[in-house]
Structures are given as structure tokens and as C-alpha cells.
């Protein structure tokens, strides 16, 4: 079973979770109706996805 020979020093761990961090998710306008919204996803605004009407959105 493998252990540890040595501690690993907290610069050492942190170095290595430094990579794991969540990033904000990348926004574009959307081209029907310019809301910003996440890449590959139904615009939340106006319903829209590739052009097409795919889902009814209330008017508030």
C-alpha cells in the first residue's frame, strides 16, 4: 500500500489545488435579443437557442 514517505508542505498542496479553482462562466450576447448569456445554452431572456423559439419565456 503506498504512503507517504514525507509530509507534503502546505506551498507544495496549494501549488497543486491552485488548478482546481472555479472560474466565472464565459458570456456572450445573445444574437437575438443581445441579453448576455452562457455559451451553448437556451437564452434565459427571450427563449431563443440556434435561431429557433425553443422554450416560452414570460413577459415580466
Not at 13 to 29: E, F, G, I, M, Q
Not at 49 to 58: D, H, M, S
Amino acid at each position: 500500500m503506498g504512503v507517504p514517505k514525507r509530509k507534503v508542505s502546505k506551498s507544495r498542496r496549494d501549488k497543486r489545488r491552485s488548478h482546481h479553482a472555479l472560474k466565472a462562466p464565459n458570456l456572450t450576447p445573445c444574437p437575438e435579443c443581445g441579453e448576455m448569456k452562457r455559451q451553448h445554452m437556451v437564452c434565459s431572456h427571450c427563449g431563443m437557442y440556434k435561431g429557433r423559439q425553443v422554450i416560452e419565456v414570460k413577459e415580466k
